[in-house]
């Protein structure tokens, strides 16, 4: 029996608990079955209780206070200890039959998904065909303000495809938050941050503006050493080279999530089923006589 699942990943405040809230909506209202999964130690409050939270097994407060560790050790110390009791996940989950969307809420620690090995190994043991066999997908969320800045929305497609290399999963890059920037940019123009290239690094959203007023353009005198390093030639370089890299791999695309759309939300299941191949494992199904009746 196969299980289904999706990893909702991303960084910090991206937007992910926000968003398992709104598929499990959307998962309810469509009378589909979901386990939420809350893998973040240091979460606090959700819409939805979850079926299954690490906070049972550990919490970061709890390390931090006995442990003297900071937020970041402490998080990384609680999947360790996950991945020293992986009964934990193993006894939840077993029983979780082919019609559940299993949905992973993690945490926002950027090295989770950049570089430290604990992510790969729970992936395996979820995946792997002598443990849970989970067909999983990961959502990897960045926040769509994050276009206006080039070397943040840049930065954020690095860790992204730093995520898909290291996870080796089916993997959707979700630009979250569109409600946020659809009155400030327009539909059309928001497609070029859909697939990231150079050219995008080439226009400075300021300079581009004063050239279509007309106005001889001449960048800000930075106040501080920071700012300049920030503006200076060799940020500008040094950007061009991970948007030429980003672009040589052609690997991150993204997908664009509203949250507060409904129609948003089903579009993004729709692609999660088509990755996990969700459908095909379905057995038809008639409706209980007593369904009938409450409809009528
Ligand atoms: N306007 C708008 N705000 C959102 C949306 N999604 C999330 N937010 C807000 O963004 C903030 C962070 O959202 P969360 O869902 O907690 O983000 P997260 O990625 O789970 O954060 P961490 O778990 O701390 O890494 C909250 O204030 C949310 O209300 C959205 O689609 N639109
Ligand atoms: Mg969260």
Same mark, same amino acid.
């Given at each position: 029996m196969s299980k289904f699942g999706v990893m909702v990943m991303g960084p910090a405040g991206a937007g992910k608990s926000t968003f398992c809230a709104s598929l499990i909506t959307h998962l309810q209202l469509n009378r589909r079955s979901c386990f939420y999964v809350n893998l973040d130690p240091a979460a606090e409050s959700f819409e939805h209780t979850p079926d299954l939270d690490i906070r049972d097994l550990i919490s970061v407060e709890d390390v931090m206070d006995e442990l003297k560790l900071g937020p970041n050790g402490g998080l990384i110390y609680c999947f360790e200890f996950l991945m020293e009791n992986l009964s934990f996940l193993e006894e939840a989950l077993n029983s979780v039959t082919e019609e559940y969307l299993i949905i992973f809420d993690m945490p926002g620690q950027i090295e989770l998904y950049t570089h430290y090995p604990v992510l790969p190994a729970l992936v395996n043991f979820l995946r792997s065909p002598g443990n849970l066999d989970i067909r999983l997908?990961?959502?990897?969320?960045?926040?769509?303000?994050?276009?206006?800045?080039?070397?943040?929305?840049?930065?954020?497609?690095?860790?992204?495809?730093?995520?898909?290399?290291?996870?080796?999963?089916?993997?959707?890059?979700?630009?979250?938050?569109?409600?946020?920037?659809?009155?400030?940019?327009?539909?059309? *123009?928001?497609?070029?941050?859909?697939?990231?290239?150079?050219?995008?690094?080439?226009?400075?959203?300021?300079?581009?503006?004063?050239?279509?007023?007309?106005?001889?353009?001449?960048?800000?005198?930075?106040?501080?050493?920071?700012?300049?390093?920030?503006?200076?030639?060799?940020?500008?370089?040094?950007?061009?080279?991970?948007?030429?890299?980003?672009?040589?791999?052609?690997?991150?695309?993204?997908?664009?999530?509203?949250?507060? *759309?409904?129609?948003?939300?089903?579009?993004?299941?729709?692609?999660?089923?088509?990755?996990?191949?969700?459908?095909?494992?379905?057995?038809?199904?008639?409706?209980?006589?007593?369904?009938?009746? *409450?409809?009528?």
């Open positions: 997908c990961a959502a990897y969320l960045l926040e769509s303000t994050f276009v206006v800045d080039r070397a943040k929305y840049f930065a954020g497609s690095l860790s992204a495809l730093s995520s898909m290399y290291m996870l080796g999963l089916p993997h959707l890059n979700i630009l979250s938050k569109m409600d946020l920037v659809k009155d400030q940019i327009r539909k059309k *123009d928001f497609k070029k941050f859909l697939v990231p290239d150079t050219m995008l690094i080439e226009e400075d959203p300021a300079e581009v503006e004063a050239r279509k007023a007309g106005i001889d353009y001449q960048a800000p005198v930075e106040s501080d050493e920071k700012d300049a390093l920030m503006s200076g030639a060799g940020f500008k370089r040094l950007n061009a080279a991970v948007a030429q890299l980003l672009e040589n791999f052609s690997m991150v695309h993204y997908h664009k999530l509203d949250c507060t *759309d409904e129609d948003s939300v089903g579009g993004i299941l729709s692609y999660i089923d088509e990755c996990i191949q969700w459908a095909e494992a379905q057995e038809p199904k008639e409706l209980a006589d007593e369904e009938y009746e *409450d409809d009528e």
